[in-house]
């Protein structure tokens, strides 16, 4: 059965951190590329950062030296993470996990709220 769970979001003023937490499980996840991923209201949803099965990593330029995505696997099941640090209003949006590349995605999950605000 695949299932994608994020966890983890909330409030935070500017500059503050959030870790955000992914479960994803079945789709052969552990052996794809993951990723997280945003939407904003109004915008579309947009790639935040990557990690390879080897764990080689790739993040757009905004969050580059602020965010740090890793992963850990236990049998079928990735665990997906998105540390966030320095955060900034921009950063405002519903994160979600899923395969980084469209041949590789399962249906989105619920996602999780973060919110930048002073």
């Known amino acids: 059965q695949v299932q994608l769970a994020e966890s983890g979001g909330g409030s935070v003023q500017p500059g503050g951190s959030l870790n955000l937490s992914c479960v994803a499980s079945g789709n052969s996840f552990s052996s794809r590329h993951m990723g997280w991923f945003r939407q904003s209201p109004g915008k579309q949803r947009e790639l935040v950062a990557g990690i390879a099965p080897d764990g080689k990593t790739d993040y757009m330029d905004s969050v580059k030296g602020r965010f740090i995505i890793s992963r850990d696997t236990i049998e079928t099941t990735v665990m997906v993470y998105l540390q966030m640090n320095n955060q900034e209003f921009e950063d405002t949006a519903v994160y979600y996990c899923?395969?980084?590349?469209?041949?590789?995605?399962?249906?989105w999950g619920q996602g999780t709220q973060v919110t930048v605000s002073s």
């Open positions: 899923n395969g980084r590349f469209a041949w590789g995605r399962a249906p």
